[in-house]
């Protein structure tokens, strides 16, 4: 059912985080140093694995992926965060929030998939490590990366033409500080069930597959870990996992409670506040989750440390 005037919206309107006046400072320079460390992180991690030849492995070069795709990622919706803390009107037009939302989107999943395979990463290590060069040689890592993008490009391109075919009347504040799917949803004036079924449908289908495969993948890497022998040989298998294993708790939690869910379930607040979560301190954990618990990525931040000490 239609509502107000049906004029074609041009731009729309962030409400953000304007219902705190007072405190729209702090939140620029909060974000702000957020938004640092997830660019010295993921571009710290990303250099490391690039310049150490030990690293040159199947699993650190989808890590490396990762850290690129989260940069991109938080690169897409901070930035314009920023400056729309210092602005009064916090205003983007139709076709930049179509296009934001398409690689929202396609970036947040690609996350997602690159969980997934990395997961399938662990699971022929450990499972099957006679075999693991031969499936995990670069070509097959090339075209999991490949046909990864092209999925989640073909499901980021369906969900933002669906988007821009709705009508949006005179409806032009948005109760979020980027162009996402719900509060767009929320916003149309036209009639939204297509877009709210491929929404859950499509959507469940694109998140739960990657999910499924980690899932599947620490079950049988589970069943293979107890049957070792040696504590210091089960204490060295869970460990090339855990870092990993904790991305993929801390990325899934946020995602599917937004998104596998009704839109009469839609809270702008608590939405804003889970979405803070996932475009910015998820990006910003990553890497420290990756560093911390693996001896080989600490290792080459140390030879990368002592490389640019001896040029000073």
């Known amino acids: ?57 199947p699993m650190y070069f989808f890590l490396s992926i990762l850290a690129l ?7 897409l919706i901070v930035p314009k965060l920023l400056v729309d803390l210092w602005s009064v009107t916090k205003a983007i037009s139709f076709p930049l929030c179509i296009t934001q939302l398409h690689f929202f989107i396609a970036f947040t999943n690609m996350d997602s998939f690159l969980l997934g395979i990395m997961g399938f990463d662990r699971f022929m290590a450990i499972c099957h490590p006679l075999h693991y060069p031969r499936v995990m040689r670069k070509t097959v890592c090339m075209a999991l990366l490949l046909c990864a993008w092209v999925i989640v490009s073909l499901h980021a391109l369906v969900h933002s033409v669906l988007a821009s075919k709705l009508l949006y009347c005179d409806a032009k504040e948005m109760h979020h500080y980027f162009c996402d799917l719900p509060p767009l949803l929320k916003l149309s004036c036209s009639d939204t069930s297509i877009n709210e079924l491929v929404l859950f449908t499509e959507t469940t289908v694109i998140l739960l597959t990657p999910l499924l495969c980690n899932l599947i993948s620490y079950v049988l890497i589970a069943v293979v870990i107890v049957k070792i022998k040696s504590s210091d040989g089960r204490k060295k298998a869970f460990s090339t996992c855990f870092s990993h294993l904790t991305c993929v708790v801390l990325n899934y939690g946020p995602v599917l409670f937004t998104y596998i869910r009704p839109s009469s379930a839609y809270s702008p607040e608590k939405d804003m506040g889970i979405s803070v979560i996932y475009t910015m301190v998820i990006p910003m954990l990553n890497p420290f989750v990756y560093s911390v618990r693996n001896n080989d990525v600490k290792e080459a931040l140390r030879k990368l440390g002592k490389g640019f000490q001896g040029q000073q």
Do not use: A, W
């Open 1 to 57: 059912m239609e509502r107000g005037n049906t004029s074609v919206v041009k731009e729309f309107i962030f409400l953000g985080f304007s219902s705190y006046p007072d405190q729209q400072l702090i939140l620029f320079f909060v974000f702000l140093v957020v938004y640092i460390l997830i660019l010295i992180g993921n571009l710290t991690i990303f250099i490391v694995i690039v310049t150490d030849s030990r690293l040159h492995t």
């Open 69 to 75: 795709v989260d940069i991109c990622f938080t690169s």
